[in-house]
Structure formats: C-alpha cells, structure tokens
C-alpha cells in the first residue's frame, strides 16, 4: 500500500520524486599567462588574462572573477569556450569554471593569475658585487 502511494505521488509530481542529481561534469579551467609582474615604481599589474576552458559534456558554464557577483560569460549547452579578461590588479585574482546544475552553481575548476612585484636592489647587494681583493 505504501509503495503504491509513492508510485501515485511520483506521478502527479512529474516523476520528480526519484529524480537522480546529475552526476558534476568534468572539466578544466586554463589561463594564459600565470604571472603577471608589478613592474618598478607601479603599484598594479596591468594585463590581458585569455580564459580557456572545456569539459566532457555539453552543459550551461559560467567564468567567475574573484570577488564579481556577477559572471564574466556565460554558455548553454556547449562543452568548450574562450574569454579575454583585462584586467588591473594588485594582488593574485582567481577565476572560477562553474557549472550551473538546475540553478545550483558548482565549482568545478580555479585557475590563479599570481601578481609579483619587482623588488629594488639592496645597496649592499651592490657593495658584494666589488671584488674581495680590492682595496679601494
């Protein structure tokens, strides 16, 4: 009887009741290049980021920037695709491959764009540089 009940509700529901979860899609975040330095005297690296991305299924992907509500782009129903970021930073920005189940965002791969700074030469360095065995 219990069974039979469960069968009735699964039909009205639309067979939603025993919907199974999609399994999470594998897939890979690339970026081009990894590194961007500060050069001397500025205090911000200034770079054009190319976001490369592709999965095993054909599903709706979004490309995050760290600390963006808001998605850079967007795709449906596609397994690969190409974004170009200009970007201004002081510091590592991180990107986000998501993957939007049903209204549910997935995370599903980060890639990293590290920001360096050029340090100024220590003046003793430069004093090291004269030979041992130079007198003046």
Known sequence: MRFRALVVASLLL??????????????????SPRLCIVPRGEQECRVDVELRWHAEQKQAYCVYKQQLEQA????????????????????????????????????????????????PEDRRRQRRRRHVWSVF
């Not at 639309?14 to 970026?31: D, N, R, S, V």
């Not at 986000?96 to 791969?109: E, I, M, S």
């Not at 890639?111 to 700074?117: E, G, P, Q, R, Y």
Request: aromatic share 8%; net charge negative; charged share 25%.
């Open 14 to 31: 639309g067979g939603h009741a025993f919907a199974q979860p999609q399994p999470k899609p594998q897939a890979e975040l690339e970026i």
């Open 72 to 119: 850079l782009q967007c795709w449906s129903e596609v397994a690969f695709g190409e974004l170009l970021d200009a970007l201004i930073a002081r510091s590592d920005t991180r990107y986000r491959l998501v993957w939007d189940d049903d209204g549910k965002l997935v995370a599903l791969d980060e890639a990293v764009l590290k920001v360096v700074s050029v340090v």
